[in-house]
């Protein structure tokens, strides 16, 4: 009886040690893309900084013209929307030991192959070699056994001891490649988000939409008591994508390495400061899901989660406009913006974007990017 317990225990370790190699593969082989021109120098703001930072440079690829004056940003702060509540057992850590609930095709390619391939593998394997070990410590020791075989060879024997292995791990190579390959096969992008990493929170900028940048903070435990959110994976300022749309991530970093990932969409990306990474997902079902930094960055490397809310196209559109940004080509999601934009109103002078309430430091790039200059380092590490 014991041992059969010793066996599901060594079993479910070695499941949890494939599990974790598996999901490490997201993260091995970062692909590097080349340094886009809207390459940034990311916010040097304190770590602390709760705005939301809406960036007008939007639609500037015609005349140079210089980035507008933000559209009221602390009224648009205030109405920024939120349109999802933490649903439970999707999207956050549950107190099953199994993997999150997937809600992208990746992500059911992934739960099956762990689910029905690795893990009956493994358990397999492991009762052979269990019951192996059980026979010859019964079978053949000395007392059952005195006068032991002077067999040396069995060419039977090591045909199968060497073919079935072999078996096996191309077996398991098959899927686990095609997965890994899928997850580096971006299909078009509908949308862009570049997701910077910060010590110690994460900032998302939305370069089809105007460009604006949301500064993403973790919520205290009273606040995240308040709004019904789980412990410390509230965040002030949500990523926002629309449900449905391929979403392509950028990943980079401003100080030191972090780690992009959000279990429920199989997405785990490293964020390395002078790098820019690359992964994508599609999540069809709205609501929301957390996530966190999976690469220790630092004394609060625990306290930079990731809270993804996934929405309809109108309410993406609300929320971008909310954020003074744009939706389709440059068009200006919002007549408020209009006026505001830098094609409408091509006089606008440079002028920072207005920092917020609270909001002791905002990201400088806008009045940098807009010049259209020569290539500028990703970051300024
Ligand atoms: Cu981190």
Same mark, same amino acid.
């Given at each position: 009886?014991?041992?059969?317990?010793?066996?599901?225990? +060594? %079993?479910?370790? !070695? &499941?949890?040690?494939? $599990? =974790?190699? /598996?999901? #490490?593969?997201?993260? *091995? @082989?970062?692909?590097?893309?080349?340094?886009?021109?809207?390459?940034?120098?990311?916010?040097?703001?304190?770590?602390?900084?709760?705005?939301?930072? +809406? %960036?007008?440079? !939007? &639609?500037?690829?015609? $005349? =140079?013209? /210089?980035? #507008?004056?933000?559209? *009221? @940003?602390?009224?648009?702060?205030?109405?920024?929307?939120?349109?999802?509540?933490?649903?439970?057992?999707?999207?956050?850590?549950?107190?099953?030991? +199994?993997?999150?609930?997937?809600?992208?095709?990746?992500?059911?390619? /992934?739960?099956?192959?762990?689910?029905?391939?690795?893990?009956?593998?493994?358990?397999?394997?492991?009762?052979?070699?269990?019951?192996?070990?059980?026979?010859?410590?019964?079978?053949?020791?000395?007392?059952?056994?005195?006068?032991?075989?002077?067999?040396?060879?069995?060419?039977?024997?090591?045909?199968?001891?060497?073919?079935?292995?072999?078996?096996?791990?191309?077996?398991?190579?098959?899927?686990?490649?095609?997965?890994?390959?899928?997850?580096?096969?971006?299909?078009?992008?509908?949308?862009?988000?570049?997701?910077?990493?910060?010590?110690?929170?994460?900032?998302?900028?939305?370069?089809?939409?105007?460009?604006?940048?949301?500064?993403?903070?973790?919520?205290?435990?009273?606040?995240?008591?308040?709004?019904?959110?789980?412990?410390?994976?509230?965040?002030?300022?949500?990523?926002?994508?629309?449900?449905?749309?391929?979403?392509?991530?950028?990943?980079?970093?401003?100080?030191?390495?972090?780690?992009?990932?959000?279990?429920?969409?199989?997405?785990?990306?490293?964020?390395?400061?002078?790098?820019?990474?690359?992964?994508?997902?599609?999540?069809?079902?709205?609501?929301?899901?957390?996530?966190?930094?999976?690469?220790?960055?630092?004394?609060?490397?625990?306290?930079?989660?990731?809270?993804?809310?996934?929405?309809?196209?109108?309410?993406?559109?609300?929320?971008?406009?909310?954020?003074?940004?744009?939706?389709?080509?440059?068009?200006?999601?919002?007549?408020?913006?209009?006026?505001?934009?830098?094609?409408?109103?091509?006089?606008?002078?440079?002028?920072?974007?207005?920092?917020?309430?609270?909001?002791?430091?905002?990201?400088?790039?806008?009045?940098?990017?807009?010049?259209?200059?020569?290539?500028?380092?990703?970051?300024?590490?």
């Amino acid at each position: 009886m014991k041992s059969v317990k010793t066996v599901l225990i +060594a %079993a479910g370790l !070695a &499941a949890l040690t494939l $599990a =974790g190699t /598996a999901s #490490a593969q997201t993260a *091995a @082989a970062p692909s590097i893309v080349t340094a886009s021109p809207a390459a940034t120098a990311t916010a040097p703001g304190s770590g602390q900084s709760p705005a939301t930072v +809406a %960036a007008p440079d !939007a &639609a500037a690829p015609a $005349a =140079g013209a /210089a980035p #507008a004056t933000q559209p *009221a @940003a602390a009224a648009a702060k205030a109405t920024i929307p939120e349109f999802y509540g933490p649903t439970a057992g999707i999207g956050q850590p549950t107190d099953k030991i +199994a993997l999150q609930a997937q809600v992208t095709d990746l992500g059911h390619q /992934a739960e099956w192959f762990h689910n029905d391939v690795l893990m009956p593998i493994i358990v397999i394997i492991c009762l052979f070699v269990l019951a192996l070990l059980a026979w010859v410590t019964v079978r053949y020791n000395r007392r059952a056994n005195p006068v032991p075989s002077r067999t040396s060879h069995n060419t039977l024997i090591e045909i199968v001891w060497t073919v079935a292995p072999v078996l096996i791990l191309l077996a398991i190579a098959v899927p686990s490649i095609k997965l890994l390959a899928a997850q580096y096969s971006i299909p078009k992008p509908d949308i862009t988000v570049k997701v910077i990493g910060h010590q110690w929170y994460w900032s998302y900028q939305y370069p089809d939409n105007g460009d604006f940048e949301v500064v993403s903070n973790i919520l205290t435990e009273d606040q995240d008591k308040a709004k019904g959110e789980p412990r410390q994976l509230g965040v002030d300022n949500r990523m926002v994508v629309p449900a449905g749309a391929v979403v392509k991530i950028i990943t980079t970093s401003d100080d030191v390495i972090h780690s992009f990932a959000v279990p429920a969409f199989w997405l785990k990306m490293d964020a390395v400061p002078g790098r820019l990474n690359e992964t994508w997902f599609k999540v069809d079902r709205p609501g929301l899901y957390y996530g966190q930094c999976s690469e220790l960055c630092g004394a609060r490397h625990g306290y930079m989660p990731i809270a993804v809310e996934v929405v309809t196209k109108d309410q993406f559109a609300q929320w971008v406009a909310a954020n003074g940004g744009t939706i389709g080509h440059g068009k200006p999601a919002s007549s408020d913006a209009t006026a505001n934009s830098p094609i409408s109103n091509p006089t606008a002078t440079t002028t920072a974007p207005t920092p917020m309430a609270g909001a002791a430091s905002t990201p400088t790039e806008n009045a940098t990017a807009a010049a259209k200059p020569a290539a500028q380092p990703a970051t300024t590490n």
